[in-house]
T-cell receptor, first 112, second 111 residues
Framework: DGGITQSPKYLFRKEGQNVTLSCEQN?????MYWYRQDPGQGLRLIYY???????QKGDIAEGYSVSREKKESFPLTVTSAQKNPTAFYLC???????????FGQGTRLTVV | GEDVEQSLFLSVREGDSSVINCTYT??????LYWYKQEPGAGLQLLTY?????DMKQDQRLTVLLNKKDKHLSLRIADTQTGDSAIYFC???????????FGTGTRLTVIP
């Protein structure tokens, strides 16, 4: 079954902790993206990667880190430096030159 | 930088047509998209239009593009309660690596 899998669906973090959100795809897409969604705002780009072992900062990269060791995987770490991490996080992919971005089902992160 | 704007809310009665509007600022936009997001879920691509087109129709959905005014609209005919969701407009510029999204319009369909 092809697609993008984000896990977990819900995640709770204590203040000062780092947490890692998983994004796995079996679409053989080269490009992967992490977006953050807050109520009443559009999606904002955190990081993206167009190829294995390479990634670029998006508009709101501060307090986040990523890795791209495998084509299929693009995990996002929310560090303690991120002052307001409570949000809905969406992972997306598309093939290079492709017109369409495909989205995972999202992870809702809450700081407690 | 790119700016994509949408109104936040729209309510329509079941069976009526819905029109969701979007404006954008990037004159080099190549592709313009409409995504649908149901509660607690990811985004689902509804349709997209290439910038050299004026209109695209797909079943109940009609997309109109006025490139001169940088205005994009999505019309949903015979709106159903299952159409209640947030609709995002997005654009991609030539050579850009990602999409730029509007704030999303929450469509509420009243039975």
């Amino acid at each position: 079954d092809g697609g993008i899998t984000q896990s977990p669906k819900y995640l709770f973090r204590k203040e000062g902790q780092n947490v890692t959100l998983s994004c796995e795809q079996n679409l053989n897409h080269d490009a992967m993206y992490w977006y953050r969604q807050d109520p009443g705002q559009g999606l904002r780009l955190i990081y993206y990667s167009q190829i294995v072992n390479d990634f670029q900062k998006g508009d709101i990269a501060e307090g986040y880190s990523v890795s791209r060791e495998k084509k299929e995987s693009f995990p996002l770490t929310v560090t303690s430096a991120q002052k307001n991490p409570t949000a809905f996080y969406l992972c997306a992919t598309n093939g290079l030159g492709g017109t369409e971005a495909f989205f995972g089902q999202g992870t809702r992160l809450t700081v407690v | 930088g790119e700016d994509v704007e949408q109104s936040l809310f729209l309510s329509v009665r079941e069976g009526d047509s819905s029109v969701i509007n979007c404006t954008y600022t990037d004159s080099s936009s190549t592709y313009l998209y409409w995504y649908k997001q149901e509660p607690g879920a990811g985004l689902q691509l509804l349709t997209y239009i290439f910038s050299n087109m004026d209109m695209k129709q797909d079943q109940r959905l009609t997309v109109l593009l006025n490139k001169k005014d940088k205005h994009l609209s999505l019309r949903i005919a015979d709106t159903q309660t299952g159409d209640s969701a947030i609709y995002f407009c997005a654009e991609r510029s030539t050579g850009a690596n990602n999409l730029f999204f509007g704030t999303g319009t929450r469509l509420t369909v009243i039975p």
